[in-house]
């Protein structure tokens, strides 16, 4: 494989990140098809915080978006990590990995005070993640519904993505 470098998107990326996304996500049982239309609606909301491309030589291989949400209903300073896409045959080899610890550097760097996802804790445990009973998600599964604490105490309530998510 050749080197993969991380950046900001740019306004010729779109396709390519929808590609990716796409593909990441097709036939996922956790997938109901609509990451791309959400990476989409984020941009043009005006509510994609951080948007990071993973590219080698060729073509973009991996995405990683970040986005604010409310909890309990106040907009405060904590982000939603997600989705996160890497083209399926390169999955398994770091590039993933690569885009959330960048991903979680810049959010660092611009003063987040935590982050929250939904997925696998067996993979997101390695970043820092971690499930609180105390900030709630309805819907999935508790365990799946993580958070990351980057300054000051853990929050407490129920959280609400930004309105791309639906």
Known sequence: MNAVAIRPEGPSDHAAIAVVT?????????????????V??????GDLTLSLVA?????IVGHVAVSPVTIDGNAGNWYGLG???VLPALQHKGIGSR????ALADMRAIGAAGIILLGNPAYYSRFGF?????LEYPGPPPEYFQRLVLTGDAPTGVVSYAPAFG
């Open 40 to 45: 989409d609606r984020l941009r043009k909301d």
């Open 22 to 38: 796409e593909a990441a996500f097709r036939g996922q049982k956790h997938s109901d098809g609509s990451e791309v239309a959400i």
């Open 130 to 134: 971690e499930h609180d009973p105390r």
């Open 99 to 102: 885009l959330m610890q960048r």
């Open 55 to 59: 590219e080698d030589a060729e073509r």
């Open 83 to 85: 989705p996160i896409s």
